[in-house]
Nanobody
Framework: QVQLVESGGGLVQAGGSLRLSCSAS????????MGWYRQAPGKQRELVAE???????SYAASVQGRFTIFRDYAKNTVNLQMISLKPEDTAVYYC???????????????WGRGTQVTVSS
C-alpha cells in the first residue's frame, strides 16, 4: 500500500524559513502531480503549491514568491521550501500525490497525515 510521510514542520518566528519534505513509498508505477495543501483552524483545506510530472508548478497567490516546490523524481519525494514566513502561514500542511500504484492505468489521490507549521509574531 502506498504511504506518504511528511516531515519538516515546526515552530518558527515570522520572517524565518522551513523546508517540508514528503516521501512516497510502496508499490508505485509513477506519480503524476504532487502538491502541498494546508488547513488552518476553522478553515477549509487549500492548495498551496503543486508540481506536475513534467515539472510545471503553480502556487497560491498568498505564497507566490515565498514558497518553492520541487521534486526528486527518482526518489518519489516532493519538497516545499518556505521563506519569509508569516503568522498567516500557520496551518497543518498536507502532502498530496496522484499516484499510479502498481497498475499504470489506475490513478488515485493519496494524502499524508500532515505536519504542523506554526509561525509566531
Amino acid at each position: 500500500q502506498v504511504q506518504l510521510v511528511e516531515s519538516g514542520g515546526g515552530l518558527v518566528q515570522a520572517g524565518g524559513s522551513l523546508r517540508l519534505s514528503c516521501s512516497a513509498s510502496g508499490t508505485i508505477y509513477s506519480i503524476d502531480t504532487m502538491g502541498w495543501y494546508r488547513q488552518a483552524p476553522g478553515k477549509q483545506r487549500e492548495l498551496v503549491a503543486e508540481i506536475t510530472d513534467g515539472g510545471h508548478t503553480s502556487y497560491a497567490a498568498s505564497v507566490q514568491g515565498r514558497f518553492t516546490i520541487f521534486r526528486d523524481y527518482a526518489k518519489n519525494t516532493v519538497n516545499l521550501q518556505m521563506i519569509s514566513l508569516k503568522p498567516e502561514d500557520t496551518a497543518v500542511y498536507y502532502c498530496n500525490a496522484n499516484i499510479r500504484a502498481g497498475d499504470w492505468w489506475s490513478v488515485r489521490d493519496y494524502w499524508g497525515r500532515g505536519t504542523q507549521v506554526t509561525v509566531s509574531s
